[in-house]
T-cell receptor
């Protein structure tokens, strides 16, 4: 079974600074997707960024980028120019690629990292 | 374009009771997944519905059951509630079970007393 580990329960960053959130995962599959979701106090999970394992290039979405190290099974999220609105819980998640033999279409989440942005 | 909507937003139930939570998927989506998020934890997959059938199921007891209607909306039913069932229940929808882009609702906060 796949597992996702987020070793930082809490992180803080100064507004306009850069912060990196860590995530490691365990899987025996070769093709899969990794995600970072943001959960603000409103509770709704919002997709921040997605990485397909077969793509070597790291995904970027505006101020958000990932460092995907497939061999190390590491998937960190970098937030540049942090804004007050970035404060939230951040969850790393894994799912099997579609049509993977024996794969699952469910998302497997880590326990989350609470990000505080200080003005 | 309405996103995923869940009802109710909050509810309180007594141990041993039964509860039904509802989810309307994002317009055009036909697949609904349910997750349980205990306090301080990440969401855990309960089950997924597609074409009105349970397609996949996580490690949850039979007290947790669901249904999907022809209009793709879904219900999550929990029988014989336990204190440990207190959690945020999240619904996610997608266009097809293989689609990796899932949209979440705001959740239903269930408290069992």
């Amino acid at each position: 079974a796949q597992t996702v580990t987020q070793s930082q329960p809490e992180m803080s960053v100064q507004e306009a600074e850069t912060v990196t959130l860590s995530c490691t995962y365990d899987t025996s599959e070769s093709d899969y997707y990794l995600f970072w979701y943001k959960q603000p106090p409103s509770r709704q999970m919002i997709l921040v960024i997605r990485q397909e394992a077969y793509k070597q290039q790291n995904a970027t979405e505006n101020r958000f980028s990932v460092n995907f190290q497939k061999a190390a099974k590491s998937f960190s999220l970098k937030i540049s120019d942090s804004q007050l609105g970035d404060a939230a819980m951040y969850f790393c998640a894994y799912r099997s690629a579609p049509d993977t033999q024996g794969g699952s279409e469910k998302l497997v989440f880590g326990k989350g990292t609470k990000l505080t942005v200080n003005p | 374009d309405a996103g995923v909507t869940q009802s109710p937003t909050h509810l309180i139930k007594t141990r041993g009771q039964q509860v039904t939570l509802r989810c309307s998927p994002k317009s055009g989506h036909d697949t609904v997944s349910w997750y349980q998020q205990a306090l301080g934890q990440g969401p855990q997959f309960i089950f997924q519905y597609y074409e009105e059938e349970e397609r996949q199921r996580g490690n949850f007891p039979d007290r947790f059951s669901g249904h999907q209607f022809p209009n793709y909306s879904s219900e999550l039913n929990v029988n014989a509630l336990l204190l440990g069932d207190s959690a945020l229940y999240l619904c996610a929808s997608s266009l097809g079970p293989g689609n990796t882009e899932a949209f979440f609702g705001q959740g239903t906060r269930l408290t069992v007393v």
